[in-house]
């Protein structure tokens, strides 16, 4: 079953660009990752410390695996000291609208 993840990034104070540029380099690396169908990447303009991620993977294994990775956790160690907050949500797609419907 394939899974879509939300998840809520959000920049302590003065840490906006570096958390921003890590954030750039963690997307670019995760979109190679075998089973990653889409990653998304967005910036609150109200709010530009929030930045959320759109994620639809294969299945929950392929995104766990993608969490282990060393480009995930060359993103937390640039990142230590620099994140407020980090909230993931694990999604089911229950309906979809067709196109033209």
């Given at each position: 079953?394939?899974l ?25 690396a995760?979109?190679?990752?075998e ?23 294969e ?22 000291g620099?994140?407020?907050?980090f ?15």
């Open positions: 079953m394939s879509t993840v939300i998840a809520n990034v959000y920049a302590k104070f003065g840490k906006v660009d570096i958390v921003k540029a890590e954030l750039e380099k963690l997307a670019d995760t979109r190679r990752v089973g990653c169908i889409s990653y998304d990447m967005h910036q609150n303009h109200d709010n530009p410390a929030h930045f959320i991620f759109y994620e639809n993977w299945n929950r294994e392929t995104w766990k695996s993608n969490m282990k990775a060393h480009h995930f956790d060359a993103y937390k160690k640039a990142t230590d620099s994140i407020e907050d909230v993931v949500n694990e999604m089911s797609k229950i309906s979809q609208k067709r196109k033209g419907a």
